[in-house]
Nanobody, 126 residues
Framework: QVQLVESGGGLVQAGGSLRLSCEVA????????IGWFRQVSGKEREGISCISSSGDHTYYQESVNGRATISRDNAKNTVYLQLISLKPEDTAVYFCATVWLQLCQANVIRNTHEQWGQGTQVTVSS
């Protein structure tokens, strides 16, 4: 069974940065496109970034474009999301998930399964 575990969140001041990690177990990461999502309490989860299985294509949703960098280390079965210039509106629980490769390549982020991990909380103070 594929498991994805997020970490790296925390409390930071506006303008700060964080690097989130998504450790993948139970599968070969080389076969999967991965997406990052976030959810604000009371709102729907939204996809904010994805990376193709080979890493040659990345996409960023407008709200994080220019402030986020997604990367992957298949040898470590880990995908990262570096966030800079954080804003209070970035406060959310962040999740990672396997996503549809063809959709990611078309700049659409859709998770392939409905199972989610616990996520990692990012809180940005003003």
């Amino acid at each position: 069974q594929v498991q994805l575990v997020e970490s790296g969140g925390g409390l930071v001041q506006a303008g700060g940065s964080l690097r989130l990690s998504c450790e993948v177990a139970g599968t070969n990461l080389n076969y999967h496109a991965i997406g990052w999502f976030r959810q604000v309490s009371g709102k729907e989860r939204e996809g904010i970034s994805c990376i193709s299985s080979s890493g040659d294509h990345t996409y960023y949703q407008e709200s994080v474009n220019g402030r986020a960098t997604i990367s992957r280390d298949n040898a470590k079965n880990t995908v990262y999301l570096q966030l800079i210039s954080l804003k209070p509106e970035d406060t959310a629980v962040y999740f990672c998930a396997t996503v549809w490769l063809q959709l990611c390549q078309a700049n659409v982020i859709r998770n392939t399964h409905e199972q989610w991990g616990q996520g990692t909380q990012v809180t940005v103070s003003s």
